[in-house]
């Protein structure tokens, strides 16, 4: 079993920066994928980016590719994303997920374990 701690959420003012963090149990999360989604109020939850067990491979959603950027320290069970130059169309539940498969792919039915989510507001 693995879990997922998302942090790192808030309110930002459009064109900052917010860094989110996604904390894992588990010594199996390093041979893991990992992927962001979010779920904005009244909308289905989306798709923002994924990175392989190695980080070596990355994908990310049109909306978001140039100025988010996810990354994973393997040592200390942790995934990142760095979101840039946020709109107010970036205001989410963001949530962390793990591929045990260890796909990169951009179907949320794919992964296995989810987070809690991190509310992530963007004011314009």
């Known amino acids: 079993q693995v879990q997922l701690v998302e942090s790192g959420g808030g309110l930002v003012q459009a064109g900052g920066s917010l860094r989110l963090s996604c904390a894992a149990s588990g010594r199996t999360f390093s041979n893991y994928a990992a992927g962001w989604f979010r779920q904005a109020p009244g909308k289905e939850r989306e798709f923002v980016t994924a990175?392989?067990?190695?980080?070596?491979?990355?994908y990310y959603a049109a909306s978001v590719k140039g100025r988010f950027t996810i990354s994973r320290d393997n040592a200390k069970n942790t995934v990142y994303l760095q979101m840039n130059s946020l709109k107010p169309e970036d205001t989410a539940v963001y949530y962390c997920a793990a591929d045990r498969a260890g796909r990169v792919t951009t179907l949320r039915h794919s992964y296995d374990y989810w987070g809690q989510g991190t509310q992530v507001t963007v004011s314009s």
């Open positions: 990175i392989s067990w190695s980080g070596g491979s990355t």
